[in-house]
């Protein structure tokens, strides 16, 4: 199965802030990632999907990149709906797998 | 409005089984796989099932393979998840999802994007004596 690892677990920041969360898979998934957030209580939404592709309705203010086992999700000016947790997800092959998660919170 | 509905959480005995339902509706179900994503209490996302848009492929997770069985019924606009052999880690929310797009196909190959969106509400399944 690939792994995937998220870093950091979790961060703090301010509105306005950049902030940047990387993933890092096991082995090579090429483009195949995904990256969701998650408020307490709710479902997952995805953000974006094969690397760097916004949903339909997510604000540009999302970015994602990388390619074979480094990925990276960043947030600029960070708004206060932003504050979530965050998962990176690998859809190269069964079993999907997901990232534990970076949570943002206020600081 | 694309829907989904998850129904059948609840408290399972240890060894026990249940049956979840997912009742789709607002696109046309039978162009789409579907999957289930589970969350345990304070824990990270875990895929572990997807159906194909005939229901004749199927994969799972290694946690429950030989005890969870995927199906759907294209008729009905329906998923379901039937949970046997229950085990307390089994203990999470259960999301119903599927991929943002309809399966597409190239001649005689058929494929289905491995990410999620839309996901219901999910429904609580607790496994405890």
């Known amino acids: 199965d690939i792994q995937m690892a998220q870093s950091p677990f979790s961060v703090s920041a301010s509105v306005g802030d950049r902030v940047t969360i990387t993933c890092r898979a096991s082995q090579d998934i090429s483009t195949w990632l995904a990256w969701y957030q998650q408020k307490p209580g709710k479902a997952p939404k995805l953000l974006i999907y094969?690397?760097?592709t916004l949903q339909s309705g997510v604000p540009s203010r999302f970015s994602g990149s990388g390619s074979g086992t480094h990925f990276t999700l960043t947030i600029s000016n960070l708004q206060p709906e932003d504050f979530a947790t965050y998962y990176c997800?690998?859809?190269?092959?069964?079993?999907?797998?997901f990232g534990p998660g970076t949570k943002v919170d206020v600081k | 409005e694309v829907q989904l509905l998850e129904s059948g959480g609840g408290l399972g005995q240890p060894g026990g089984s249940l049956r979840l339902s997912c009742a789709a509706s607002g696109f046309t179900f039978s162009s789409y796989s579907m999957d289930w994503v589970r969350q345990g209490p304070g824990k990270g996302l875990e895929w572990i099932s997807r159906i194909n848009k005939r229901g004749g492929t199927t994969h799972y997770a290694d946690s429950v393979k030989g005890r969870f069985t995927i199906s759907r019924d294209n008729s009905r606009g329906t998923l379901y998840l039937q949970m046997n052999s229950l085990r307390v880690e089994d203990t999470a929310v259960y999301y119903c999802?599927?991929?943002?797009?309809?399966?597409?196909?190239?001649?005689?190959?058929?494929?289905?994007?491995?990410?999620?969106?839309?996901w219901g509400q999910g429904t609580l399944v607790i496994v405890s004596s």
């Open positions: 999802t599927r991929p943002p797009r309809p399966t597409y196909c190239s001649g005689n190959t058929c494929s289905a994007d491995g990410w999620f969106d839309p």
């Open positions: 094969d690397v760097s």
């Open positions: 997800q690998q859809a190269n092959s069964f079993p999907f797998t």
